[in-house]
């Protein structure tokens, strides 16, 4: 397979319409699909690596046109995946994309911009995220004084993934590959941010996945979404705490609050989170693009 990811437990491969079904992730079906892959976005939710049972209605529609608005925003930055978001079977309309098979490269491409998460744990403990020095003395939230690039492992034998640093993407890919892809790893998290910003959001961080096609490096997997960065309300940004998110931070913070493990099962989400988390993802959707979230939902 030219798309690794972890191993599917939830469903083996089978036969759709002609179609391979090759991987099932967290929130994602892969099929193959003559030469093409078909990336399919379902409504789960996926926190601290585990995929909590209960969907978010329309969440995979609304990741997927994200990143597909992304892609066309980036295209003068990096080559990418995608071959048609249309060119679909009609089950997966608005949730699946047409793209090129790569062969990925096993590191998590993270931009940070601001102080949070996993990167504020790890800056409280060392000072440095990934081997890369911080000013001290910053809070939660706080802006850093430039973006910067800090790799984690992808399918580390721990299930998580962990921080590593840049000599240790040189040894993994070499140097001039690994050079390329903080440049870009921080190009596109520059220019994004940038873009977020005229519409009052803030990117505080976000997570790229690259792969090769033929010899070509090219941007995969999903870009800038509500799953794969932190969105804030620019208007409502202060440092020193956790922010007003609208993106899944929203879940974790409640499934952290159930007094959950960790670990599965995930619990299963209420009602009314279901609803204020749908709402979250919307209006990412609708700041960041400038589109109205009904026009796409009703393929007007």
């Known amino acids: ?106 590191v998590e491409c ?60 040189v040894a993994q890919e070499g140097k001039e590959v690994a050079e390329r892809l903080r440049e870009l790893t921080v190009e596109i998290y520059a220019k994004g941010a940038a873009r977020a910003a005229e519409n009052g959001v803030i990117i505080a961080d976000t997570k790229l996945e690259f792969g090769w096609d033929g010899d070509t490096l090219t941007l995969g997997d999903e870009v800038l979404t509500s799953d794969s960065s932190r969105f804030w309300r620019a208007d409502e940004w202060e440092p020193g705490g956790s922010q007003n998110a609208f993106d899944k931070q929203f879940v974790r913070d409640w499934a952290l609050s159930t007094g959950w493990d960790k670990t599965e099962p995930g619990p299963e989400i209420p009602a009314d989170v279901v609803a204020a988390t749908r709402e979250r993802y919307i209006e990412a959707y609708e700041r960041i693009t400038g589109n109205r979230w009904s026009a796409v939902s009703t393929g007007a």
Not at 18 to 30: A, E
Not at 40 to 53: M, N
Not at 116 to 143: C, F, M, N, W
């Open 1 to 106: 397979m030219r798309y690794p990811g972890r191993p599917s437990a939830r469903c083996p491969s089978k036969e759709r319409r002609g179609m391979k079904h090759i991987h099932s992730g967290k929130v994602r079906d892969l099929y193959e699909d003559g030469d093409d892959l078909l990336l399919v976005a379902t409504d789960h939710v996926s926190v601290y690596d585990v995929s909590l049972p209960t969907p978010i209605p329309d969440k995979g529609v609304l990741l997927t046109q994200l990143s597909v608005w992304w892609f066309e925003q980036l295209a003068d930055v990096v080559p990418n995946h995608l071959i048609s978001a249309t060119d679909v079977p009609p089950e997966f309309a608005g949730r699946g994309i047409r793209c090129k098979p790569l062969d990925m490269i096993h």
């Open 110 to 169: 993270i931009a940070r911009g601001y102080l949070a998460g996993l990167g504020l744990r790890e800056y409280q403990r060392h000072g440095t995220i990934s081997g890369v020095p911080v000013p001290p003395g910053l809070r939660e939230g706080d802006k850093l004084p430039e973006p910067i690039f800090t790799p984690t492992t992808k399918y580390s034998d721990t299930g998580h993934d962990e921080f590593i640093t840049f000599d240790d993407v």
